[in-house]
């Protein structure tokens, strides 16, 4: 997939032109204000689930807080006219620096949940990572996702069996890249979903995977038809409540003959390590807020992980991405591309494919416009002297 002829922010005339007709966009082009579009149309219990963080959100505003302290120092008189987005993350060539999240249980959102976000994402090129927690199966949302690319998402189980053969449908099915997520081997306190005693998968939802899977299947005392409930509770503590260690990496990497990358990364020694491990990259993240509450803003993280391992390893990064010049200011900062969490998801909840369409192309409009006004025609001119340096960033004359 390549970029539109006239450059992503042709998706900004196209708005203007609409205006003509006196049609305005469908959903809000401002991220940060679609979340209040989504409450409005989505139940208390899964809004709050999405929206939601751990704790007393310190971790969440964090992550808010930290962009804004970080400032851009556009340059003028250059020729940015044209511009290029492309990149190659993990051995692939993308024609954005940014990738859909993994986000679990879609179906609470919309009938169409993953699939949708497939098409969206085979639409416009980006890659998608399907969850381990997906209302779909694996083979199902490739489909949808056609020739697009996509990115497989690991919540570990405790069964080496049931490991494998998930890896193996998802490697058949055309996931290129694995990405392993560390930091939610336990869910975090979460008062909004704790005062209204709501966990999706106690119910059923988020467990197509397992649901559909041969190995999974045969473990079960009843067959799924007859007791979907009682084969959901059986998969909860194999793929939640123990942590894996950094001794059980080799296995995966026995079951994954693609691109590996540990997610959740905030610790540069961790990231040290992850190298060591022979990892193929990191995501800088603390889970948008919703794991450990206090931790460390992930844009400041990202700073010191990069500073540790940024010439050695692919570095990615998630965790308050909410406009064009926040995945400005994470690329000045190091990281290789960003994954877009909670703003596609209320994108879906809005208007389905279409919704999560105009969020990326809102997106990488943004992005475009901010490359080309602050002097950047590709991504390597987004380097740390972008940055002011009382931000937190240098200024390298
Ligand atoms: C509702 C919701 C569900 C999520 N489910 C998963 C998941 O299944 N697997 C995963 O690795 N991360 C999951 N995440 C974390 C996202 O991948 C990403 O790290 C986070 O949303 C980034 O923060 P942001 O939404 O503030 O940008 C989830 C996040 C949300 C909001
Ligand atoms: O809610 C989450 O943040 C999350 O990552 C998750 C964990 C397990 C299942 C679905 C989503």
Redesign the pocket.
Known sequence: MTAPERGYADYQYQIYVRGLQDAVPPFTTDLGALEDQARDRLGPKPYW????AAGTGAT?RA?RAAFDRHRIVPRMLRDATARDQRTTVLGSELPAPVVL?????QS?VHPEGELATARAAAATGVPM?L????SHTIEEVAEANGDGQRWF?L?WPHDDEVTASILKRARTSGYTAL?V?L??WQLAWRPHDLDQAYLPFLRGD?VAIPLSDPVFRSRLERPVEEDPQGAAMQWLPIFSGKAHTWDELGFLREHWDGPIVL??IVHPEDARRAVRAGMDGI?V??????QVDGAVA?LDALVDVVAEVGTETEVLF?????SGADVFKALALGARAV?????Y?YGLALGGAAGVEHVVRGLLADFDLTMGLSGCTTLADIGPDTLHAGGGGEVRR
């Open positions: 689930y999405i929206a939601g969440a992550n999240a993994p986000i679990g249980v609470q990572v969850s381990t927690a997906a998402q919540y990405v997520t930091d939610t988020g997610k959740g995501v993240s603390n889970h948008g807020g919703r992930a998630d965790s308050g991405i909410r994954l877009l969490g909670r703003p998801v």
